[in-house]
């Protein structure tokens, strides 16, 4: 039976990432030529350098930058405006009053050809509950968007995971591969020395033979596997094409302390980012109510103008005499009536907060039944990693008592086969359940909301 489609499947198992970013334009200068020696990371490094170089990361920290400026610039309209104007007008025909004086009707043009007016006016808000209500709501938003970009944070360590563990995981089957070529190689030689002092037919020559070229495509399609797993992790990284990124550590090495993690976990969703932004949207929401109760209550404002004004007639430029003038003064909006939509955009909100405690509660509740399916999950794949490393120990002792068989000819290519094929899964078993145990444990940690490192921590 041949492998290609089982190690296929294995290797590319990190093609569902969700949040594959795309190489940045500034990529770490970790060697722009091609490296002889492959560059040995461990999963820690790589979810560091994405963090910090990767474009998705940079856009929700300009967000947040973004959302700060809005804050300020709510901020300032709690301080004076001030505002100039100037004007002129040209009068073309000027306006003429009739008068009636002891029977005579007399007409008289009144104004000037040229008027000038120009001025300062500033005004600054004395109550105005809407607007300092506002400030909370910029408050709020800035921590939605800061839990926002930690949610952005917490993706980007589960894609870089992933994409380590496939990379892992299709390095590991390459090496599987590479043992099975490796037998049937010297299978072929050993056929082919008998078939010399004439033990063996031609026949089984040539079915060994064909054995090795079976294997050697799958090894190419493997190599293949290998390469995608690793470019779809420097692509997280923003690394490099050119540059050849191994892990430093194998499966075999992945399975220490995992009954402990198990154990240990704490599932607690205090975490968890969707909760925390259903908690802000909520708070945000509450806040908004109270800013639209504020609308029926009146605003003072304080206004001061001072203004210069100038009436000549001729030239617009000739005979100019500003004349000055100020005022002050308060100036008081009581709203009054304004078809009900104030009143029902508050009943509207008000209803949308009572929906967000239903909203909350079947949230918790999803997210409980995720935190135990995913420990459950994990607890039955480490069951399953015993098994397979049994069912690979016996499976090596097996090809190893047929081999000695075929050898000394008590036993048949055939059985040889077998054996060489049973070993081959009972490997690539035990990688994929090394391997989505380790997936599961990202899963859970994303879920939990944790799994970033303490430098990159994003706190409200």
């Known amino acids: 039976m041949r492998l290609i489609r089982y190690i296929t499947a294995l290797a590319v198992m990190s093609g569902s990432l969700t949040a594959i970013a795309q190489t940045a334009p500034d990529s770490i200068a970790y ?6 020696v492959p560059m040995k990371m461990s999963r820690q490094e790589c979810v560091r350098i994405a963090l910090e170089t990767n474009p998705t990361i940079k856009v929700a920290d300009m967000e947040l930058e973004r959302v700060d400026y809005s804050k300020k610039e709510t901020l300032a309209a709690l301080f004076p405006t001030i505002d100039f104007s100037l004007a002129y007008q040209r009068s073309i025909e000027l306006q003429t009053i009739k008068m009636d004086m002891g029977g ?4 008289f043009k009144m104004g000037s050809d040229n008027t000038w007016n120009m001025g300062f006016s ?3 808000p004395l109550v105005a509950p809407t607007l300092w209500k506002s400030l909370d709501l910029a408050d709020t938003q800035i921590l939605k968007t800061v839990e926002s970009a930690r949610a952005s944070r917490l993706d980007m360590v589960d894609a870089v995971n992933r994409s380590y563990y496939a990379l892992m995981l299709a390095l590991a089957s390459k090496d599987v591969l590479l043992q099975n070529y ?6 072929a030689d050993l056929y082919e020395k008998k078939f010399k002092v004439g033990t063996a037919s031609e026949y089984d020559v040539l079915r060994s033979s064909v054995q090795v070229k079976n294997i050697e495509p799958e090894l190419l399609q ?12 420097k692509m997280l990284m923003g690394m490099d094409s050119g540059v050849t990124v191994r892990p430093d550590v194998t499966l075999e090495d992945m399975q220490h302390d995992m009954t402990a993690y198990v154990l240990s976990v704490d599932s607690d969703l205090r975490d968890n980012t969707s909760l925390r932004s259903l908690d802000l949207d909520t708070k945000l929401l509450s806040q908004t109510v109270e800013m639209k109760k504020r609308a029926f209550i009146p605003t003072v404002a304080a206004t001061f103008n001072l203004a210069w004004s100038s009436l000549s007639n001729g030239n617009m430029f000739k005979n100019i005499d500003l004349n000055p003038y100020s005022t002050v003064g308060i100036s008081v909006s009581v709203p009054l009536f304004s078809g009900g939509s ?16 239903f909203q909350r509660e079947n949230l918790v509740r999803n997210l409980n039944m995720q935190v135990e399916l995913a420990k459950d999950n994990i607890s039955r794949e480490l069951k399953q990693i015993d098994a397979n490393a049994e069912s690979v120990r016996q499976a090596v002792k097996a090809h190893e008592i047929m081999q000695k068989s075929f050898e000394i000819g008590a036993g048949t290519f055939l059985d040889l086969r077998d054996s060489e094929l049973a070993e081959t899964r009972a490997r690539l078993a035990y990688y994929q359940a090394i391997y989505n145990y380790l997936v599961s444990t990202s899963e859970l940690q994303l879920l939990l909301g944790r799994g970033l490192p303490e430098t990159n921590v994003v706190t409200q």
Request: hydrophobic share 40%.
């Open 104 to 107: 005579n009707s007399q007409a």
């Open 31 to 36: 060697g722009q030529a091609r490296q002889a």
């Open 222 to 233: 493997a190599d293949i596997a290998v390469k995608q797993a690793e470019l779809q992790l």
């Open 182 to 187: 490796d037998n049937a190689k010297f299978n």
């Open 342 to 357: 104030r009143y029902y955009g508050l009943k509207g909100a008000q209803t949308q907060l009572a929906e967000m405690k």
């Open 122 to 124: 500033a005004s600054v």
